[in-house]
């Protein structure tokens, strides 16, 4: 069992730079890999970016890759995204996630834990 628990987000202008933080509960948060998930107003929850448990892999999609870097420190239980160039279509709730497979993967039913979120807002 893991709990996630998201801050870092907020207002900022487009150009600018956020970064997030999940803070993960127990000492083995190493036995899981981590993700990034964000649902703006009237969307689906869309997939940001993921780390393995060691965080020697990384995936991020296609829409933030070049401006999003996702990493990991186990040793503080804690996984970041970095936000940045951001645009107004970034503005979401960000939630950070975990599961204990191996595999990296995209799907939202993939990940058995889920913070409560943070927003960011980016205005143009």
């Known amino acids: 069992q893991v709990q996630l628990v998201e801050s870092g987000g907020g207002l900022v202008q487009a150009g600018g730079s956020l970064r997030l933080s999940c803070a993960a509960s127990?000492?083995?948060?190493?036995?899981?890999?981590a993700a990034w998930f964000r649902q703006a107003p009237g969307k689906e929850r869309e997939f940001v970016a993921a780390i393995s448990r060691t965080g020697g892999s990384t995936y991020l999609a296609d829409t933030v890759k070049g401006r999003f870097g996702i990493s990991r420190d186990n040793a503080k239980n804690t996984v970041s995204l970095r936000m940045n160039n951001l645009k107004p279509e970034d503005t979401a709730v960000y939630y950070c996630?975990?599961?204990?497979?191996?595999?990296?993967?995209?799907?939202?039913?993939?990940?058995?834990?889920w913070g409560q979120g943070t927003q960011v807002i980016v205005s143009s």
């Open positions: 996630a975990a599961n204990s497979l191996w595999n990296l993967y995209q799907g939202a039913d993939r990940y058995d834990y």
């Open positions: 127990g000492r083995t948060f190493g036995s899981y890999a």
